[in-house]
């Protein structure tokens, strides 16, 4: 199974500066035949069920604000948001989906400094 | 505008059983996978399982700690997924989400199950 691992556990960010959150698999999830890397980032609100910010490690989700941003291949990722606003606080977890079992990291909790 | 609303979910003693169902609209259900995930009290995410649509063969597919006690299934002629959840115990206790397509695109709201003498 792959293990997913995120950094830090928690960051807290002044309002309109950048959050940097990092993801590693312990495989790699890039499929040569696609050039395709299998890697998602949700976002949890307290009380909110996860919504899909992220697919394929760095295309947007319609209607995701563009100051968030994925990057990475192979087996480490990061999840930037520049400019924190108030409304980004929450938990993110990134997650695997090329093949079963479709794990999930321990999240990152994201608060304003 | 998707919808998927769970329901089944309550308060259940160690071993007992409980089945979960979803109801989606908004979407062409016969052509996606769908799977469950929970979260435990104040814990992160943890995938349950996927059911293939039965055009992929409907194969099913669970985390290991629910592997033997919980099955999925799919009527297309109601846009319904179940999870039949056996033997169940403390550690079965979260909000079980509903979840469409691969990556996880449309998130019901939850149901809480409670496992607890």
């Known amino acids: 199974d792959i293990v997913m691992t995120q950094s830090p556990d928690s960051l807290a960010v002044s309002l309109g500066e950048r959050a940097t959150i990092n993801c590693k698999s312990s495989?790699?999830?890039?499929?040569?035949?696609?050039?395709?890397?299998?890697l998602a980032w949700y976002q949890q609100k307290p009380g909110q069920p996860p919504r899909l910010l992220i697919h394929w490690a760095s295309t947007r989700e319609s209607g995701v604000p563009d100051r968030f941003s994925g990057s990475g291949s192979g087996t480490d990722f990061t999840l930037t948001i520049t400019s924190l606003q108030a409304e980004d606080v929450a938990v993110y977890y990134c997650?695997?989906?090329?093949?079963?079992?479709?794990?999930f990291g321990p999240g990152t909790k994201v608060e304003i400094k | 505008e998707v919808q998927l609303v769970e329901s089944g979910g309550g308060l259940v003693k160690p071993g007992g059983s409980l089945r979960l169902s979803c109801v989606a609209s908004g979407f062409t259900f016969t052509h996606v996978w769908m799977s469950w995930v929970r979260q435990g009290p104040g814990k992160g995410l943890e995938w349950v399982g996927r059911i293939k649509t039965n055009t992929d063969g409907g194969a099913t597919d669970y985390a290991a700690p629910v592997s033997g006690r919980f099955t999925m299934s799919r009527d297309d002629s109601k846009n319904t997924v179940y999870l039949q959840m056996n033997s169940l115990n403390v550690d079965d206790t979260a909000v079980y989400y509903c979840v469409a397509g691969s990556p996880f695109e449309y998130w019901g709201l939850g149901t809480l199950v409670t496992v607890s003498s």
């Open positions: 495989q790699s999830v890039f499929y040569s035949s696609n050039n395709k890397n299998y």
């Open positions: 997650q695997h989906y090329d093949r079963t079992p479709f794990t």
